[in-house]
């Protein structure tokens, strides 16, 4: 099984405080993506990566940032930190259209 | 906007019910997921259904596209408490080399002992 993990379960942050959202996966894919989940909103993507250094904007891009510099790493980067910017965070990699989840990084942004 | 609908947003049913979930896209696909995610917890993949296919089956799982609604629907048969989880439906788009996979708002499904 494919397994993705992310860095930390739970993260509370201050506002304008850079951060930073690791994810890494073991098996190789080509693609991987961050997303937030809020309630009454559902999943929303923020940043996808197909390839190391190569990046495209999701529908959701404004306010954070991603660096992909090896394969099996995708790091999700709040440049300052905003208290709107409190959710859920999902990480996610694929082949060949399917998809594992990690399990999740809840943040708040006091 | 790309995302799927999903309707009903909460579903209450008891123990031994079938559950269905319908889920609505808006432009053409390659394929159509549906995942589940327990309370807290991160998405778990359930079944992917192609767009040349029209009906699947996994376990007590059946799920059904049609692609001239751009609609799909899962549903759960013999329900139990433990099946309780919000369920969405993802449908992926080609971009460049990749799948942009754009998710519904859910479904949240209780079932009740």
């Known amino acids: 099984d494919v397994k993705v993990t992310q860095s930390s379960r739970y993260l509370v942050k201050r506002t304008g405080e850079k951060v930073f959202l690791e994810c890494v996966q073991d098996?190789?894919?080509?693609?991987m993506f961050w997303y937030r989940q809020d309630p009454g909103l559902g999943l929303r993507l923020i940043y996808f990566?197909?390839?190391?250094?190569?990046?495209e904007k999701g529908d959701i891009p404004e306010g954070y940032s991603v660096s992909r510099e090896k394969k099996e790493r995708f790091s999700l980067i709040l440049e300052s930190a905003s208290t709107n910017q409190t959710s859920m965070y999902l990480c996610?990699?694929?082949?060949?259209?399917?998809?594992?989840f990690g399990s999740g990084t809840r943040l708040t942004v006091v | 906007s790309q995302q799927g609908e999903e309707d009903p947003q909460a579903l209450s049913i008891q123990e031994g019910e079938n559950a269905t979930m319908n889920c609505s896209y808006k432009?053409?696909?390659?394929?159509l997921q549906w995942y589940r995610q327990n309370s807290g917890r991160g998405l778990v993949h359930l079944i992917l259904?192609?767009?040349?296919?029209r009906e699947k089956h996994s376990g007590r799982l059946r799920v059904t596209l049609d692609t001239s609604k751009k609609s799909s629907s899962l549903l759960i048969t013999a329900s139990r408490a433990a099946d309780t989880a919000s369920y969405f439906c993802?449908?992926?788009?080609?971009?460049?080399?990749?799948?942009?996979?754009?998710f519904g708002q859910g479904t949240t499904l209780q079932v009740k002992p």
């Open positions: 098996m190789d894919h080509e693609n």
């Open positions: 993802a449908t992926t788009f080609r971009v460049g080399n990749t799948g942009k996979l754009i």
């Open positions: 990566s197909y390839d190391v250094k190569m990046k």
């Open positions: 996610a990699s694929s082949r060949q259209g399917f998809i594992s």
């Open positions: 259904i192609r767009s040349n296919e």
């Open positions: 432009t053409s696909i390659n394929n």
